[in-house]
């Protein structure tokens, strides 16, 4: 089947397109043009780009039946089918909610609503060997496991390994740089939510970059905005650029918002997290129904942090210059870091991508070119994707086509679902799979291998 879209403008960052042009596509592919369609999409006045890549997000969970739950409106997939993301990168921060190379065959198995590639999540990995302390340092025995489970994984397709050491204190660089050595072999990324964050972001930085060096593979930092974002970010990316003089390959990602999110139980909130980002519990908010609204005390904190250490939270601590900086720096993506617990959670996961683009692009932070490069061809990039993030002849057919008057994002904080405004093709391999914001297809979406 010949598809046609007539009349965009057609942004692709990767080809330096900029202009009102026709794409054709064929079998799934971006194609040469042909003598007739069988389908014509009329983009009049409206932005024809790549189908998005969210280079770091975290995945809905896998039910005990063995199915992914994403399938409904509270599906994390979902939430990124609604900005315009049509390839989505799981397992970040070391976590991972199934073994992710069974979780790539599942996706091929039933379909999702946008594509997934996977990163091993060291700590998944880390648990599996028996390293049941996270403050424990791990074992030779564990780390030889943790280092064949992982290889393995990247053998079955994961893009790279993800760490979250923060999660896991009790790893060290050795640990780090000996579970990471199978993506030296494979030449994948890795990607790391760093050991600290605010006044000791840069050693901690410094830890993480210089295995990266060792290993002499492609470096991803993690969500910027929540380790940086407390007066540091300027330093900081100071710093990033130092490594990067002889390195390209250091990219960083960030989300758009001034509030960080994560479950109650983490080591984010151990003792000595108020001063830290010198705040009260006040700043915090917890995401469970029977608390939303309710502001947090020491009481609450301590109760809920015990009897329901998965809560999710929102931390309102980031200052917005800081992650309006992060924006202008060349090797920063835009990421969600999107988690949901059953539809709960931060407004980042349905409303990141159009925020960028009404935010920094309406607002003349970024051009519409850069916003979209940052978004496409620059996680494609990264990960060694060659067919995603971008419209050249050939390409994976993944498309959005949003109104540059309308982009809009709709989420909030209490209303973390709400849909954007927009957003008004999105395609799939070719097949339209969202129209003016309603899901046509939840299961076009298949495992992306490196
Ligand atoms: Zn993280």
Redesign the pocket.
């Known amino acids: 089947m010949k598809l046609l879209i007539q009349n965009g403008t057609v942004i692709d960052p990767a080809s330096g397109v900029h202009a009102v042009r026709d794409v054709w596509i064929d079998g799934g592919r971006i194609s040469d043009p042909a003598e007739r369609a069988d389908t014509v999409i009329d983009a009049s006045g409206k932005i024809v780009c790549p189908g998005l890549i969210d280079i770091h997000m975290h995945e809905d969970p896998v039910d005990d039946a063995g199915h992914l739950e994403a399938f409904d409106e509270r599906s994390v997939f979902a939430c990124m089918l609604h900005m315009g993301v049509t390839t989505a990168v799981a397992g ?2 070391g976590e991972n909610k199934y073994h992710p190379a069974d979780y790539l065959d599942l996706v091929d198995r039933d379909g999702a609503p946008v594509n997934v590639a996977m990163l091993a999540g060291h700590g998944w990995f880390r648990h599996a060997a028996g390293c049941t302390d996270r403050y424990a340092p791990a074992t030779p025995e564990q780390r030889s496991r943790m280092t064949a489970g992982i290889e393995e994984a990247l053998q079955r397709g994961c893009l790279g390994v993800s760490f ?1 050491i ?1 999660y896991e204190p009790g790893m060290d660089a050795r640990e780090l740089t000996e579970t990471a050595g199978p993506c030296r072999k494979q030449q994948k990324l890795i990607s790391a ?1 760093i050991r600290d964050d605010a006044a000791q972001v840069f050693a901690a930085a410094r830890e993480y970059l210089d295995a990266g060096l060792r290993l002499d593979v492609p470096i991803q930092i ?2 910027i905005g929540s380790m940086a974002g407390f007066g540091q970010m300027e330093a900081f990316l100071r710093l990033v650029d130092g490594y990067r003089r002889d390195r390209p390959d250091i990219c960083c990602d960030c989300y758009p918002y001034d509030a960080f999110s ?1 479950s109650l139980g983490s080591t984010t909130y151990d003792e000595g997290w108020l001063e830290r980002y010198g705040c009260g519990y006040d700043v915090l908010e917890l995401c469970m129904e029977s608390y939303a609204g309710q502001p947090c005390t020491e009481a609450l904190f301590r109760r809920v942090r015990a009897e329901h250490p998965d809560c999710m939270t929102v931390c309102h601590v980031m200052r917005q210059a800081d992650v309006d900086l992060a924006y202008r720096h060349e090797a920063v993506m835009v990421a969600s ?1 999107a988690t949901l617990d059953r539809g709960q959670g931060h407004p980042r996961a349905c409303g990141t991508f159009p925020r960028v683009l009404s935010r920094y692009v309406c607002g003349g932070v970024l051009s519409m070119d850069d916003a979209i490069r940052r978004m496409t061809a620059l996680p494609a990039w990264q990960l060694g994707l060659t067919r995603k993030g971008r419209l050249s002849a050939g390409a994976d057919a993944d498309v959005l086509i949003f109104d540059p008057e309308r982009i809009q994002d709709n989420a909030t904080f209490s209303e973390p679902l709400a849909p954007p405004s927009g957003i008004e093709w999105v395609l799939i391999g070719g097949k339209p799979v969202l129209r003016d914001g309603v899901i046509l297809d939840r299961r076009a979406g298949r495992s992306v291998r490196g």
Do not use: E, K
């Open positions: 970040n921060c979250g923060r939510h993690s969500h994560t870091d």
